[in-house]
């Protein structure tokens, strides 16, 4: 990694102007020669030259969740770093928020407070036994079928709407292949099926206010629908299941 700064050192020396570097570096950037995120606020003061090291600090992560993490639900503190990240020359802490906001960016983790995260890949899979009443008639129902479920497709939604997780004792409401949300005077529930003959994630949002219901299933279908653009090969068929009456099994596509 080097700093954007001295990047643009580097090009000036070769005569490239600056409104040249900017143009270098995207395109560097989309062959997959380096990483550089010049709109996300953590990450646009740094070049990261090799992918590797970006992604060997985020499994660093992902795999202390029988160590450092164990028993934890996801959640990850600042003060756990020097001890995940414990090479100081691969990994001086003065780049752990680099480092975080990466996390971030790949949908893996989002910041709880300043000093704590929640990384999703490491929720629990039990679910969570939530009391919501989910009338029929009154349920705005939607769900993705997939011939092929993208890997982390759930958890990469959880951290992408982490703002709208409904929060208990200040714990969220979210596991592994699920999340209760909450908007305003609506709130909803998200499951992900992963079985062998049913590959797809269901969505029952309810309340109060017709409004508010539709707006939150806006949100909801916004948030998936920025996810699948990541996955252009994947077959993705959407349906308004029927709610006459529970677990109706008819729908339109």
């Known amino acids: 990694f ?19 570097a900017r143009s270098l570096i995207k395109y560097l950037h989309d062959l997959g020669i380096v990483l550089y995120y010049q709109d996300d606020i953590c990450l646009k003061d740094i070049v990261i030259l090799s992918s590797e090291w970006g992604t060997d600090a985020v499994y ?41 906001g990466l996390m971030k960016k790949f949908q893996l983790a989002f910041e709880m407070s300043s000093s704590t995260y929640l990384v999703a890949e490491l ?10 009443d989910f009338k029929c008639g009154e349920t705005l129902s939607f769900r993705y079928e997939y011939d092929f479920l993208p890997a982390g497709i759930l958890t990469r939604f959880i951290v992408s ?38 590959r797809s994630v269901q969505i029952l ?18 948030a998936f629908n920025n996810i699948h653009t990541q996955f252009s090969q994947i077959k993705i068929t959407e349906k308004i299941p029927c709610n006459c009456q529970p677990d109706c099994k008819s729908g339109l596509t």
């Open 205 to 222: 949002v309810s309340g109060s206010t017709p409004r508010d219901k539709q707006e939150l299933l806006t949100i909801i279908r916004d």
């Open 60 to 100: 660093k992560v992902l795999d202390e969740q029988e160590q450092a993490l164990k028993g934890r639900n996801g959640i990850l503190y600042t003060d756990d770093l020097p001890t995940i990240w414990n090479d100081s020359n691969r990994y001086p802490q003065e780049l752990y928020p680099h480092l975080l």
């Open 123 to 132: 929720l629990n899979n039990q679910a969570i036994n939530l009391d919501l």
């Open 2 to 20: 080097i700093q954007y700064s001295k990047y643009l050192e580097i090009c000036s020396k070769y005569g490239v102007e600056a409104f040249e």
């Open 161 to 198: 709407i982490n703002q709208h997780l409904e929060t208990i004792n200040n714990v969220k409401q979210c596991w592994k292949k699920g999340a209760c949300l909450r908007y305003r005077t609506a709130y909803a529930l998200v499951r992900l099926n992963d079985n062998i003959d049913d």
